[in-house]
């Protein structure tokens, strides 16, 4: 499993709301991705907004991160994401505190 923190900045027109409400819309397309796990949608109050993925596979991100998902962010935003990937190692999910290990 892979992890991958995306971050980009916000021009100084999109404040919390506004990048709320965005998130909010798009947020049901996310739901049909091939090997996307799941998503969280970050923002920050230094103007700093994206995402936290979990990926089956390091090819199934990096698929993603081109052609359409890439052409948006650079029209909407203006800038290229800074994408980070992880290996993950091991999770552990609340409520219950159960363990996976090397997943």
């Not at 949608?41 to 998902?69: C, H, L, M, N």
């Not at 650079?74 to 190692?89: K, M």
């Amino acid at each position: 499993m892979i992890t991958v923190i995306v971050r980009y900045r916000l021009p100084a027109t999109i404040g919390r709301d506004a990048c709320r409400e965005h998130f909010h819309r798009i947020a049901a397309g996310f739901g049909d991705i091939p090997g996307l796990i799941r998503k969280q949608f970050i923002w920050s109050e230094t103007g700093t907004a994206g995402g936290v993925y979990q990926w089956a596979s390091v090819a199934d991100a990096k698929r993603f991160y081109q052609g359409p998902w890439l052409d948006g962010i650079l029209a909407r935003y203006g800038t290229y994401p800074e994408i980070e990937y992880f290996e993950t190692l091991a999770l552990t999910e609340n409520p219950g505190g159960t363990v996976v290990l090397d997943p």
